[in-house]
Structure formats: structure tokens, C-alpha cells
């Protein structure tokens, strides 16, 4: 996953997939590194909380985050979902989209807007679906080709 910075807590975060089987071993974590303590660490938020291998996240507010995962569906067939978490340990989970096709290929998180953005690569519609703080959809941009990659320009 890509890598991000968390300003509050001064930590840098990765998805670590572990071992990428279609979502059948669910290994993967979140792990956090601080530079105060100069070293990586596991935390609650794990592949077999969320249903399946890491592909991307983000945190879209001081205790909840989304992730983008990969997941067995039926053999030699693999969905993609995308899942609401809180951080803290016990709490569960919400699955917001979910397709039984490789079709959510990322996610990004503008805080300045407060939008979550996902690469929807469906063949018969392919576009960003654009969700509120609420994880609620918002708007639907249709692109002509399938979207695997998004970036934020913000030209203030």
C-alpha cells in the first residue's frame, strides 16, 4: 500500500499485505512507525478484522479509517471491497462497496474537502465514485477507460 503520515500522532503508516493469496490467508496488519521510538509496530487493524489482503487505506478521521482489500470470492476468483474500521481493538467493521470482480483498484482520502475517492474499474462503467465523510456516494465521474491510479493536485 502507500505509505502515509499521520500529523497528530508524528507516525508513519503501511499496509503490510503478508502473504497474498486471493484472501484466503489473512496475515497482513497496519503497522505504525514512530521515529521517537525508532522502530515498526503492529497494530489492531489486521487483514482477518477487515476480510481480506490489504490493497490500500487511509484514515479519514482521528479514529476511523477505510481500506481497500482483496478477498476470494469462489476458486480462482477474487472480489475487492472497500471497509470502514475503527482503530480501536474489538470494534467492527462495515463493508461500504463490495464487488466479486478485481474492480476497486484504489482509494484516496482529501482531507481539505473531506472526500474519498475510489478507482472503480467495472468494464461496463468504469469511473471514480466520490463519497462523503459519511462514506455515503456522492457522484459517480465516468472515465473512458478503466482508472488504476489517482492523484490530488491541490493548486491553491
Known sequence: TRIQWEPNEERLWVGAAGEVKSGTVLDGSLLSFSPERGGWEPSPITEQRLGGDFMDFSFISENTGVALVMSAVGPAKVG?????????????????????????????????????????????????????????EEAFLPTESQPIEMVWLDNR
Open 80 to 136: 475487492t471491497q472497500l471497509v470502514r474500521f475503527d482503530r480501536e481493538p474489538g470494534v467492527g467493521t462495515q463493508t461500504v462497496l463490495r464487488s466479486d470482480t478485481y474492480q476497486f483498484a484504489q482509494i484516496l482520502w482529501i482531507e481539505s474537502i473531506e472526500r474519498l475517492f475510489v478507482a472503480d474499474r467495472n468494464p461496463a462503467r468504469p469511473g471514480i465514485r466520490v463519497l462523503d465523510k459519511r462514506l455515503n
